[in-house]
């Protein structure tokens, strides 16, 4: 059996490389290694025993205050002894992080072919989002194997002068995990969320972190969201914080004081999709939120001003409101108080995967590797 090397370092990319390790280990011709970097770790850590995944090889390079040239370096540095040890047929690599760039960057110094999961997204703008355009864009000039979530990202590709032959349309593979873990839920939690949850009542899920929004725009969105409790005292508006202390603390400062705001730590995979699954508005800058939260039907409105997901956009089930507290508070108070304009968000079928992606992945794998018959594209 031929190795496959599967790198990653954060929590979104152990959600949508699960399925791809999964899928991997039940070929009969390709065995996956699994190898963390640890950029983020606890949350990693988290991530790969909810899927059952123990890696093999762990860099272990999370560091407080690290910055992006250090992990850049540190990833290519730890990368090449496992390369060299391992010898892999291929390595995956997903997404948008500096871990993806960084080991793409060293299974190229290594000319061992690299596979791209959720290939060709481009909001087209050099730092929005920031680093991850450029990661993206440099990824795919070190890749071989561009494995596109959606017709519009191989578009994407082949605009920037990819071969039509070396992409593979596979659908987005958080589509597979969340597939998989609605059929492993936790029981409900208790405490305040469990609360929450049971009540039946309006949920505002938020979720922020992006570096580009460090400093004014986290203000304006963590003063929008006091704006929003003092005005919606029937809404939960639920915040799982994100580890960074910048972000924790600027929300925690605005909002503390609002009962109807409820602070939590990161929430693990199964609690996050009952949350979204509950919620009447989802209010977020993460990638990967909009491309879940559509799947159960909910209303996305995206805390930044541009996206290189634009197929929620084109489907009307996902719209950018930016940053600035008065278009945030307008539109989460529509959604709550408008039910035609709720509804007129809402859909079940996703643009984003079928379920079916991680399939595709390997298949487009063994095409490569062994000339097995291409796999279909997906189509939503």
Request: charge should be negative; aromatic fraction near 4%.
């Amino acid at each position: 059996m031929e190795r496959v090397l599967v790198v990653y370092g954060t929590r979104p990319e152990a959600v949508k490389l699960a399925p791809v390790v999964h899928a991997l280990q039940a070929d009969r011709r390709l065995t996956p290694v699994v190898c963390v970097t640890a950029q983020h770790r606890e949350l990693l850590d988290q991530m790969n025993a909810r899927f059952g995944i123990e890696p093999a090889e762990d860099l272990d390079l999370m560091r407080t205050g690290q910055t992006l040239d250090e992990v850049t370096a540190s990833v290519v540095q730890g990368m090449a002894p496992v390369l060299e040890r391992l010898n892999p047929a291929a390595v995956v690599v997903q997404g948008d992080t500096t871990t993806s760039f960084a080991a793409a960057l060293a299974a190229f110094y290594a000319q061992i072919p690299v596979a791209h999961v959720e290939a060709g997204l481009r909001t087209g703008k050099r730092y929005a989002p920031f680093p991850e355009e450029l990661n993206r864009r440099l990824t795919t000039q070190l890749a071989s194997i561009h494995l596109a979530p959606t017709a519009a990202s191989r578009a994407n590709l082949r605009r920037e002068g990819v071969r039509g032959d070396d992409i593979f349309v596979t659908g987005n593979t958080v589509i597979d995990a969340l597939r998989w873990m609605e059929d492993r839920l936790d029981p409900v939690p208790g405490g305040e969320l469990g609360e929450v949850l049971a009540s039946g009542g309006p949920i505002v899920l938020v979720t922020v972190h992006r570096r580009e929004s460090w400093g004014q725009p986290l203000q304006s969105i963590a003063a929008a969201l006091a704006v929003l409790a003092a005005r919606h005292p029937e809404a939960a508006i639920v915040v799982p914080l994100h580890p960074n202390p910048l972000v924790r603390s600027t929300v925690t400062a605005a909002t503390n004081e609002h009962a109807n705001v409820l602070l939590l730590e990161p929430l693990g995979y199964s609690d996050f999709i009952r949350v979204m699954r509950s919620a009447t508005v989802v209010l977020t800058d993460s990638g990967g939120v909009q491309e879940e939260a559509p799947s159960f039907g909910r209303p996305v409105l995206v805390l930044r001003d541009t996206t290189e997901r634009p197929e929620g956009i084109d489907a009307g089930i996902v719209r950018l409101i930016g940053t600035e507290t008065t278009a945030i508070v307008e539109g989460v108070s529509e959604l709550l108080t408008d039910v035609a304009a709720r509804e007129g968000m809402q859909r079940v079928a996703s643009p984003y995967g079928d379920g079916r992606a991680a399939d595709r992945c390997v298949r487009a794998l063994r095409h490569v590797l062994f000339g097995e018959p291409r796999p279909d594209d997906f189509s939503p």
